[in-house]
């Protein structure tokens, strides 16, 4: 499998001025680095991708869904908005050779409410029309969006893969897929490797995290029968840490990120990519 890290273990938001983290990264051994897009007038993307070409770093492109990119909003303006930036890292994803752009696409983070079933339906509704218009730049750029749940404490709307498989299927085309994170899965999932068995070949990308969001192997998740589900679906993707060394006040609001993950993010990178490393290759 390809190893990777998100941009996010070391900064945010992720820049032109960041691109040492690339480097570092290769260091470390990763095959793969993840961009976070927070504000993509931050990067110069050509340079971007002509440091991780001259370093043999692949790419991945993860959104970050403020409140004005939230495709299920009743606010018409943050849909539309949120569209456009789904869009827009498409073709970002496209430029990068990126073959997903993954995150939780169908709401903000940190949009958390108990609300009428009506609500929710129109909510749902919404987010099912952006999808669908999503898929279409999807299908003709040739990159797939990976719909990733979230924890109870970060969104109302998608917690659970059984929720992420209803809007998947639903909206039904081929660029639309499910990405797993362990991390928000802990939480939601009653059995991982179960849940990963059902995904299927609706899996398309793994942001391998434990169950602290800390450094992969230090905590309590079965990564052994993580192992061994993802070896019986077949699947052959990306794993990729994401967690949060540097959160901008924004994001850890809306992560609840309040203290230090490990003692430092180079410790948790190196230790992290040797334990995925033992563990899956």
Not at 156 to 163: K, R
Request: net charge negative; aromatic share 8%.
């Amino acid at each position: 499998m390809t190893i990777g890290i998100s941009t996010f273990v070391w900064v945010s938001p992720f820049s032109t001025q960041s691109f040492d983290v690339l480097r570092k990264a290769k260091a470390m051994g990763y095959d793969l680095i993840e961009i976070a897009v927070e504000d993509r007038n931050l990067i110069d993307w050509n340079a971007l991708k002509k440091t991780c070409q001259e370093l043999n770093l692949k790419i991945s492109v993860s959104g970050a869904f403020g409140m004005d990119r939230d495709i299920s909003s009743d606010q018409p303006e943050n849909r539309a908005n949120g569209l456009s930036y789904i869009i827009d890292c498409l073709e970002i994803a496209h430029e990068m050779e990126s073959p997903v752009f993954g995150g939780p696409l169908y709401s903000a983070v940190g949009k958390t409410r108990l609300v009428s079933a009506e609500q929710k339906k129109q909510e749902r509704q919404w987010c099912l029309e952006n999808l669908h218009e999503a898929t279409k730049r999807a299908e003709e750029l040739g990159v797939t969006l990976a719909l990733e749940p979230l924890n109870r404490f970060e969104t109302d709307m998608v917690n659970t893969v059984d929720q992420a498989i209803s809007i998947v299927d639903e909206v039904n085309h081929p660029y639309l897929k499910i990405l797993l994170d362990t991390f928000h899965s802990n939480i939601e999932e009653k059995n991982i490797p179960a849940s990963i068995r059902k995904l299927g070949d609706r899996l398309i990308h793994v942001q391998a995290n434990e169950s602290d969001r800390g450094t992969p192997g230090t905590g309590h998740l079965d990564w052994l029968g993580i192992r061994d589900a993802f070896q019986d679906i077949g699947y052959r993707g990306s794993l990729v840490i994401e967690t949060f060394g540097a959160p901008s006040k924004e994001l850890a609001r809306a992560a609840s990120i309040w203290r230090p993950l490990a003692n430092s993010a180079d410790e948790l990178a190196e230790e992290g990519f040797a334990f995925l490393k033992q563990t899956f290759c």
